[in-house]
């Protein structure tokens, strides 16, 4: 399976090739700034262009029917409302996520026009029909209770289900629309409604219609794209790093924890989400989304092998550089220790050279295999390949067209020449033999090396047999997933001989009303700061209730599992759940106990309400409501109305209640962006309408290109995208709405620059008032809620943390039953939520820099050190899980009762710094003056291994809970190195008490 040499002469330069002497490059004359500036301006690739003009052409049909007569008659007075909603839809993504949101945009529609319709109907029955004025207080009072409520209900589902975004803006308008001009109406007219449903269903239908047949981006496709780039990444960084490991000479390889997380991380979230798409999506493909889902798995598992090899070679790079200076003041002219450490190194150095040929045969078969596995994956899903000419010669689908697999898969060398490596169709068989052989082979050789590293006392916290243990596992661990993949694809590639149809299953369509991403909110976390607990009396939620009983086992005097079990009803067995008398969990409370009597109940129910009330989530959607009422207060006075209406300022209301989100630590870049945006697309509508003076034709020219440039920016500048989505909305605004007074014929209608200024004037009331509403009772800070989350992501690891080791010191027989598979998801799940967090906050982290240091300074080179830290910690909690999942439960118990008491000491020393650092974080409270940190529990534990524990023997080499528990020693080494470092972070942050500067200052 190796490649010939005449297959892979042709990646390699020539080194035969005569050398050119090297000359000093003439100096490059230097430009003035205005050229400069010119070369730099350039046209963008053509294939950035593609969803730029796709979805500027869906936004030119929406005008043309906006600016035609006949359409606009059809369509009804709202006809505006197309063009701002494919704003939100944005037809320029895969045609399974559009479908989606147009599914459950008109949704929201439907169900606000229903209850606008009820609205205005009890409205007419409050009505006075003797009085001639329309505009009534009784009728006004009604429908602003019914704007309350409706308001109040569509902010409160936007925060709890993110998914029904869409439903929730598509209802704020029909609603703000319909509850606001039947004021100004005699009677119930029905069909006013309905002027505002017909343009947001016509804008969905264009949507799906640009998405499906321009440049069509299926979701599969857009999935194997993604895929195509995770596997060629994995490949190449699997070559480099395993190669890297087993040189004996100094490699350029300068991977560090950080790059190490980019390069194995970065695609796994686009790839999931990518996965969720085709899960609702209809395929014409070989593959359907149970394939995709187990692709998607078998890719996540080769995550954690390659974050372990790339784990190895960094701890190889400090096993070189370690020195007797590492071990304090103490050992640093210690000869003899310096003598050790040096031999150590040399042997460790022999020992990979002894290796090398072994491993190097395994790593070109099983780099050989991925090449031959993506390239027959891509050929179950065939892409067509067109060049950018003729893709923008044919923009719409190619329903009939020949393909021919490719029997080679198109490379690029150094040079950038193409290069076809043949299709070898490796057969799972023949990697496993390979595997097996290369582990017999090691095996043999590693029995040989015991004697080596375990003949002096241990002086590092692990050995260089360790290392290449944890090598050894990654290895093997990557191979096993290649094999898997091989034999899905040989499995299907027999099953599946050509396309064919797949609609979505019921469990995804099911799917499609589940929240999968749960909201979270840090300052919800952390309110018992300021007073009142998150979790202050009530239940947390079941999966994360069973995760956390189901692992963490309490140490039970005696093993009287029967009484312990009897307390845990009593609420005495000190965990952090109690039972009541009918069998219900209630959170831990230490105000009370849980409620036993009907009475109780009745009023912990009633303290619940009032917890909910005082929700912060529940406070902003009453501020949006009430904001919301008082802008329409005017239309429902009779002195106001006409001006309401005339000045269309429902607009406001929309504004108010769209971007009055719970951009909670982006208040003052959100304000800027959104200001900013609304000016410039005002001043932009008065130049298109002044370069075309009001020609139809001339107006959707212009627009198509100006609405291409400015997603062009949005899609590709994501700091600009708030200010590009106000300038579109306002641009809109201020030229359809002058054309429509032109075309009309209203006698004295405004000049372009008053519609301008009135548009502007209205959006920037609405982003102002939305503003005003989030400062009270006071604007939430990005640093302060960057703090907060960081707090709440290692309140997450710790609890991680603590489900991992609990298996080394639990000491009763349950502990040998191994997780089940629920608890290995519910773990995967708290994995991934810890990596959107962590997403989130670098987010956080970069909009810090635009609030104004009115206070001081933000320290941001240290919370760049916190999160990264936190982001290195996450990973070596997930590679040391991988490892312990599939440990041996003779292995595991061996482990737990070898230096129990040493053992949970330094464990207790891990967790119980991982929990205060969260406190302190959450509370800004300093750290306590005495306190063992992680870097001193883990030499104490490392000389009780070096005095107590005996010797391995050979058969435990050969032993995979070895491999593992040396994955687990050298990474949860690394792990502590890491938390030492944030500890000492943390310090910098929230300080140390100091009991003298109490009693100086007690003098």
């Not at 050979?954 to 890491?978: A, C, K, N």
Request: aromatic share 10%.
């Amino acid at each position: 399976m190796n490649k010939t040499s005449s297959e892979s002469s042709p990646l390699h330069n020539n080194d035969n090739a005569p050398s050119i002497p090297s000359t000093a490059a003439p100096t490059a004359p230097v430009l003035p700034k205005w050229k400069t500036f010119l070369t730099k301006l350039h046209l963008p690739p053509l294939e950035n262009c593609r969803k730029p003009l796709k979805t500027s052409l869906a936004f030119l049909i929406g005008i043309i029917m906006t600016l035609s007569n006949k359409c606009r008659e059809a369509i009804g007075p709202g006809s505006l409302l197309i063009c701002i909603v494919l704003v939100f839809y944005s037809p320029s993504r895969p045609l399974g996520v559009v479908f989606e949101d147009v599914i459950f945009g008109s949704l929201g529609a439907i169900v606000a026009s229903a209850y606008s319709l009820l609205a205005m109907y009890c409205a007419s029955i409050a009505r006075d029909l003797s009085d001639p004025s329309p505009v009534q207080p009784e009728s006004g009072g009604v429908l602003a209770i019914f704007l309350l409520v409706a308001v109040f209900l569509f902010s409160v589902l936007r925060l709890r289900v993110p998914k029904s975004t869409f439903a929730c803006i598509n209802g704020c308008i029909v609603v703000a629309f319909s509850l606001t001009q039947s004021s100004v109406v005699h009677g119930f007219e029905p069909s006013i409604v309905w002027s505002f449903m017909i343009p947001i269903a016509v804008g969905g239908i264009i949507a799906l219609g640009i998405s499906a047949l321009i440049w069509p981006d299926d979701s599969i496709t857009n999935y194997m794209n993604i895929l195509h780039k995770a596997l060629d990444g994995y490949n190449v960084f699997f070559k480099e790093h395993a190669e890297g490991l087993l040189s004996i000479t100094p490699t350029d390889i300068t991977t560090t924890l950080p790059t190490l997380h980019d390069r194995v991380q970065s695609t796994i979230l686009s790839l999931i989400d990518s996965k969720r798409s085709v899960h609702r999506d209809i395929l014409f493909s070989r593959l359907n989304g149970h394939d995709i889902s187990k692709i998607t798995k078998l890719v996540k598992a080769m995550r954690t092998p390659l974050h372990g090899i790339g784990v190895s070679q960094i701890m190889k790079q400090d096993f070189m550089r370690y020195s007797a200076q590492s071990l304090g003041d103490n050992e640093l002219h210690n000869e003899t220790i310096q003598k050790q450490i040096e031999q150590e190194n040399q042997d460790l150095i022999k020992e990979l050279e002894a290796l090398k040929p072994y491993f190097q045969q395994l790593i070109d078969g099983l780099h050989d295999a991925m090449e031959d596995c993506i390239t027959r994956l891509l050929m179950l899903h065939p892409i067509p390949e067109r060049d950018n000419l003729h893709s923008f010669l044919w923009p719409f689908p190619r329903l009939w067209y020949t393909h021919r697999p490719n029997k080679h898969r198109h490379h690029f060398n150094n040079k950038h020449r193409p290069i076809d490596i043949p299709l070898h169709h490796i057969q799972p068989d023949q990697v496993e033999e390979m595997v097996h052989e290369c582990i017999r082979q090691v095996d043999a050789k590693m029995t040989d090396m015991l004697t080596t590293h375990w003949h002096a006392p241990l002086r590092r916290y692990f050995s260089g047999l360790h290392l290449i243990s944890l090598y050894r596992f990654c290895v093997r661990e990557y191979a096993m997933t290649i094999i898997e993949l091989l034999k899905f694809v040989g499995e299907t590639e027999k099953l599946r001989k050509g396309r064919r149809l797949w609609f979505p299953s019921n469990k995804s369509i099911r799917k499609w009303f589940r929240d999968t991403e749960a909201p979270w909110s840090s300052s919800v976390a952390h309110s018992n700061v300021n007073g009142g607990g998150q979790n202050e009396g009530h239940d947390d939620p079941v999966s994360d209730l069973t995760l956390v009983r189901t692992h963490t086992r309490h140490e039970v005097s005696g093993g009287d599992y029967g009484a312990h079990q009897e307390e845990i009803h009593r609420g005495a067995a000190g965990g952090a759940f109690v039972l009541s008398s009918t069998g219900k969990r209630y959170h831990r409370d230490p105000d009370v106990d849980a409620p036993a009597s009907r009475i109780q109940k009745f009023w912990y129910i009633l303290f619940r309400v009032h917890r909910w009330i005082r929700h912060p989530n529940t406070t902003f959607a009453m501020k949006t409501a009430i904001g919301t009422v008082l802008l329409a207060v005017p239309v429902y006075l009779e002195n106001t109305a006409e001006w309401f209406i005339e000045w269309r300022f429902q607009w406001c209301m929309i504004i108010m209640m769209l971007w009055m989100l719970p951009s909670t630590g982006m208040f003052l870049y959100s304000l800027l962006m959104k200001t900013l945006g609304t000016i410039a697309g005002g001043v932009l509508g008065i130049v298109v309408w002044e370069i075309t003076q009001g020609n139809p034709y001339g107006i959707g020219g212009v627009l198509f290109v100006v609405l291409a440039i400015l997603y062009y920016q949005l899609m590709y500048r994501p700091t600009l995208r708030m200010f590009c989505v106000l300038t579109i909305i306002t641009l809109l605004l201020v030229v359809i709405y002058e054309y429509q007074y032109k075309v009309g014929g209203m006698a004295g209608h405004d000049e372009v620059w008053t519609v301008a200024g009135k548009r502007i004037a209205l959006v920037l009331v609405g982003v102002i008032a939305a503003s005003i509403l989030s400062m009270i009772p006071e604007p939430h800070m990005g640093r302060v809620e960057l703090r907060k989350r960081l707090a709440q992501t290692l309140r997450d690891i710790g609890r991680m943390y603590g489900i991992l080791t609990s298996q080394f010191i639990v000491e009763y027989d349950k502990s040998n039953k191994r997780p089940t598979k629920e608890q290995l998801k519910g773990f995967s799940r708290l994995a991934i939520n810890i990596r959107r967090q962590l997403a989130d906050e670098r987010v956080f982290l970069n909009h810090a820099r635009f609030e104004p240091p009115l206070r001081g300074r933000f320290p941001i080179e240290v919370y760049q050190i916190v999160l990264e830290k936190v982001d290195n910690i996450a990973d070596l909690v997930m590679d040391m899980s991988f490892a312990l999942k599939d440990i041996d439960p003779v292995w595991r118990k061996r482990i737990s009762t070898t230096l129990n008491k040493e053992r949970r000491r330094y464990l207790a020393s891990n967790m119980t710094t991982i929990k205060l650092l969260s406190a302190t974080l959450a509370a800004k409270m300093a750290l306590p003056p005495y306190m063992i940190s992680p870097g001193e529990a883990r030499q104490q534990f490392s000389q009780s291994l070096n005095n107590k524990v005996r010797r391995l023997q050979p058969e435990d080499l050969t032993h995979p809970s070895f491999l593992r528990y040396s994955t687990y020693v050298v990474t949860s080494g690394t792990f502590v190195q890491e938390l030492q470092t944030l500890l000492e972070a943390v310090e910098d942050l929230v300080g140390v008490e100091d009991p003298q500067e109490w009693l100086r200052l007690h003098v």
